[in-house]
């Protein structure tokens, strides 16, 4: 008897990390069933003709703020997950500075429940490695986290930054459990500093927010965490690389065989320090968009793979929170997660990267990393059928008012861009079809805590952890 398929995606351009062929591709219970030339497929309950299309493994963003609970005026697990499914991004990794933090099991919990009952997409869910939670963190692991963050510079939601010492009880932690503990590599100390003394200067214009954090910041933090994790075997990962200057500690960091992965975002490969004037309060962000001159060591670096992966930092605030007089008073970060394809996209069509390239930043990277290959970020037999067809001819221009996402301002409002994506699809259903969110896949989406496999953990001088040394000697006992 021949399985009949779901559905099949018919003569279509297949994108993989090293490659493109042209076939097509069967679906089954939420997994990719089949992929090949169009005579070899089962027969299906649908097909869809995929001629003219790309056929990518959905994008993983693996930094995404939702801010639910506690600021869901900006975002909410729904129109979080609402503009994933619209810029073609089938898994989310979410961020604890929301209100309360996501600091304990009873808060990891509360967020579980929120972003099940929500989401459209798949999503994981970091715990925070703070100063005051250490001993939290295994339970965190328990209640089922992709990772944790590590906010070095303070951010939206005032978390204190940790001390040195509070992270490297927490690196010892997390390294005996092999999960990624991902980066706000920028040190708060300098920052806070700079920016007394450029208020008491009466700086208040925008690129005074640039001027507050030098590439200082981010080269003291990635070589300091770095630091950490090479004594205590952490893995790391580097968020929103930004500087030409911190990809130095990063290389060397990589080069001494520490376990760290880097991420850029679009706005640090294709905005610079001229883009203030007109932006104004729209583009700040932390880490800062800096000099122009950066953006071509950042491409290199992604080129030749020190830079792993490209995710989004989506941090929504409404108009009136981005909009205020003073560059300190507005709120830092913008939405992203919704544009970052076709924003990415264009670049492929002017011949910047190739879509295998994109392909590997944006989904093939982050699943190895995370320990989801090869359940995600590949199109194969076995996989979860997380995809996005993509119209590589068709323009668009991003605009503020179109977007899902609760804050309505976005830095690319107005940019013209060509590379769509055109229906996007979470385990086999669609989630977006024709450029339409699906309503009803709210709740859709499942944490995929459950399916990540990271490598053995390879935790370091596991004699001189603070547990190992409060311990009694042995003869003492
Ligand atoms: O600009 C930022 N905004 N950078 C971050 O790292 C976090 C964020 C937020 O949560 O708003
Ligand atoms: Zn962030």
């Given at each position: 008897m021949t399985t009949t398929a779901d559905i099949v995606l018919r003569n279509g351009t297949l994108v993989y990390p090293d490659g493109v062929r042209e076939g097509s591709l069967a679906i089954k219970d939420g997994k990719i069933f089949a992929i090949g030339d169009d005579a070899a497929m089962p027969p299906a309950h649908e097909t869809l003709d995929a001629t003219g299309m790309h056929i990518l493994p959905g994008a993983i963003d693996a930094h995404v703020h939702f801010r639910e609970p506690g600021y869901t005026h900006k975002e909410d697990w729904q129109t979080g997950t609402a503009a994933a499914a619209m810029g073609g991004v089938t898994t989310v990794f979410e961020m604890p500075n929301v209100s309360p933090p996501t600091a304990g099991k009873v808060e990891l919990a509360q967020k579980h429940a929120l972003a099940t009952a929500k989401a459209h997409v798949d999503y994981g869910l970091y715990g925070l490695l703070g100063e005051e939670n250490l001993a939290n963190?295994?339970?965190?692991?328990?209640?089922?986290?992709?990772?944790?963050?590590?906010?070095?510079?303070?951010t939206f939601g005032n978390l204190p930054a940790p001390s040195t010492g509070a992270m490297l009880e927490g690196f010892e932690i997390v390294a005996r459990h092999g999960k990624r503990i991902s980066l706000h590599a920028e040190t708060a100390s300098i920052m806070a500093r700079r920016q007394k003394h450029l208020q008491a200067a009466g700086r208040n214009d925008p690129l005074a927010h640039l001027a507050a954090r030098p590439a200082v910041v981010a080269i003291e933090a990635v070589s300091r965490a770095s630091i950490l994790a090479e004594w205590t075997g952490a893995r790391i990962h580097v968020l929103h690389i930004s500087s030409a200057e911190e990809l130095k500690p990063l290389r060397e960091a990589k080069a001494r065989g520490v376990d760290v992965t880097g991420e850029t975002c679009p706005q640090y490969l294709l905005l610079g320090a001229e883009d203030y004037g007109r932006l104004g309060g729209r583009i700040r962000v932390n880490p800062p968009v800096?000099?122009?001159?950066?953006?071509?060591?950042?491409?290199?670096?992604?080129?030749?793979?020190?830079?792993?992966?490209?995710?989004?930092?989506?941090?929504?605030?409404?108009?009136?929170?981005?909009?205020?007089?003073?560059?300190?008073?507005?709120?830092?970060?913008?939405?992203?997660?919704?544009?970052?394809?076709?924003?990415?996209?264009?670049?492929?069509?002017?011949?910047?990267?190739?879509?295998?390239?994109?392909?590997?930043?944006?989904?093939?990277?982050?699943?190895?990393?995370?320990?989801?290959?090869?359940?995600?970020?590949?199109?194969?037999?076995?996989?979860d059928a997380d995809i996005v067809l993509v119209d590589l001819r068709r323009s668009s221009m991003i605009c503020d008012a179109d977007l899902q996402s609760r804050?309505?301002?976005?830095?690319?409002?107005?940019?013209?861009?060509?590379?769509?994506?055109?229906?996007?699809?979470?385990?086999?259903?669609?989630?977006?079809?024709?450029?339409?969110?699906?309503?009803?896949?709210?709740?859709?989406?499942?944490?995929?805590?459950?399916?990540?496999?990271?490598?053995?953990?390879?935790?370091r001088h596991v004699d001189q952890t603070t547990a190992a040394i409060v311990r009694p000697p042995l003869a003492a006992q």
């Open positions: 963190l295994e339970d965190l692991v328990a209640g089922g986290v992709i990772g944790f963050k590590c906010f070095m510079g303070n800096r000099e122009a001159r950066n953006q071509g060591p950042i491409w290199d670096a992604l080129k030749d793979g020190t830079i792993d992966m490209i995710a989004t930092d989506h941090a929504p605030h409404v108009p009136e929170e981005k909009l205020r007089e003073a560059i300190w008073d507005c709120d830092c970060g913008f939405p992203g997660v919704e544009t970052q394809m076709s924003l990415m996209l264009t670049e492929v069509n002017v011949g910047r990267m190739s879509i295998s390239d994109y392909v590997r930043w944006t989904s093939y990277n982050p699943a190895r990393a995370w320990g989801l290959f090869p359940k995600k970020g590949i199109l194969r037999a076995g996989a804050a309505k301002i976005t830095p690319w409002n107005g940019r013209a861009v060509r590379g769509v994506p055109v229906h996007t699809l979470v385990r086999g259903r669609f989630v977006m079809r024709d450029r339409k969110l699906i309503d009803d896949t709210k709740g859709w989406g499942q944490s995929v805590h459950a399916i990540q496999e990271m490598p053995p953990a390879k935790p």
